[in-house]
């Protein structure tokens, strides 16, 4: 309960940093973006080891707030050393490249889901059992029901020797 609580404070403030960047109301600094998500991450795997439980959706919720974060990142980095503001200015960069990093992740997180999917369902059919290993009453048997062979030696010829 606590993993899926801090997976989606996580995934609601990366939501509102989009917002906020997006509309152009507040742009944080690149290290307050970077400790927030350190420290929701952290918290997320410090509640899993404590509940010892590991869910694949939360962990998937956990990357893709994890992509956006990063996104928020690099967007608010290049804001904060954007200097052609005679071409285009800091804010319309910064919009650009977060969209473009947001499509980026999502697109890569669908393609990360549908390939682990399709590796489950090809390994699920591919399954290798082992045979069961067979008890001494069973080898026993084995041996006894072999037939006896004879070594047969045939004197008198020879085909290395054909003087």
Known sequence: MVQLLIALLHFAVGGIGVALM????????????????????????????????????LQRLLVFSLTVYIALLLSSYLHSVWTFDKIFSAEMIMKAILFMLLLIGVYGNFIYIRAESSYKKKRGNQRIKEPPQESAYEKWKKRKQKPKQEVMIVLGESTDNEE
Do not use: M
């Not at 507040?26 to 869910?55: C, D, H, M, Q, W």
């Open 22 to 57: 997006f509309g152009g109301d507040y742009i944080p600094s690149p290290k307050l973006i970077l400790l927030t998500g350190v420290t929701l991450t952290i918290g997320y795997y410090v509640a899993a080891f404590i509940t010892k439980r590991n869910s694949r959706k």
